[in-house]
Nanobody, 115 residues
């Protein structure tokens, strides 16, 4: 069974930072693509960032320069460092992973940015 557990969300003031975590039940070496999505009320879920097993990354234009994805192989955990938070970053953030041809989702973690 492959599971992802997202954590690290919270309430933060505009300009602040957070680090989201996505703990995998299996080695992140087995993940083909790791993604972070977010969804705010009334909006579709949007891809924020992804990284392939080859190391190539994609960042949405709205987060370039502020969000950074990284991983800790020993902890089977992928992180999303979020800096210079803006109120429009308020959303539920989901991690997702492509493993053996299937996509798995974490449960989401709420990020709320106050102005």
């Amino acid at each position: 069974q492959f599971q992802l557990v997202a954590s690290g969300g919270g309430l933060v003031q505009s300009g602040g930072s957070l680090r989201l975590s996505c703990a995998s039940s299996r080695s992140i070496f087995s993940i083909n693509v790791m993604c972070w999505y977010r969804q705010s009320p009334g909006n579709q879920r949007e891809l924020v960032v992804d990284v392939s097993s080859g190391g190539s990354t994609y960042y949405a234009d709205s987060v370039k320069g502020r969000f950074t994805i990284s991983g800790d192989n020993a902890k089977n955990t992928v992180y999303l460092q979020i800096n210079s938070l803006k109120p429009e970053d308020t959303a539920v953030y989901y991690c997702a992973a492509d493993h053996n041809g299937l996509r798995y989702w974490g449960q989401g973690t709420q990020v709320t940015v106050s102005s």
